[in-house]
């Protein structure tokens, strides 16, 4: 929400071919993500006094440090995770919320079944 606001949800992947795949597809249909980083230099905030590590990683790159928490687990993996917190919801007189991402997911859907 700090980085991105409610225009776009924070995409990441440690796959740059579904990363790509992801961001095209909510380019098509204007339910749009950006591409956020995974560096290692992130892992460093997920450290504990009290335990193996935190999942929280503090205020500053919170996004990030949740992405580098699952990224923790799932290096082996293709994976992609979408940070919807700034997108899913309106508030204000319009609250409610907004099916996105739901439109980028079915189009990323309906580009692989074109592929088979």
Do not use: C
Not at 48 to 71: C, E, P, Q
Not at 98 to 116: I, K, S
């Amino acid at each position: 929400v700090v980085a991105l606001g409610a225009h776009a949800a924070g995409l990441f992947s440690n796959n740059s071919p579904l990363r790509r795949s992801l961001r095209d597809a909510g380019e098509t249909v204007g339910d749009r993500a950006w591409p956020m980083p995974l560096w290692e230099d992130y892992q460093s905030q997920l450290d504990s006094n009290f335990a193996d590590m935190a999942n929280i990683g503090g205020k500053g790159a919170g996004a990030v440090t949740a992405a580098s928490f699952l990224h923790r687990f799932a290096r082996k993996l293709r994976w992609a995770h979408l940070d919807i917190a700034g997108v899913a919801w309106k508030s204000g007189k319009d609250k409610g919320a907004t099916g996105r991402p739901v439109g980028l997911l079915v189009q990323y859907l309906v580009d692989r079944a074109q592929y088979e």
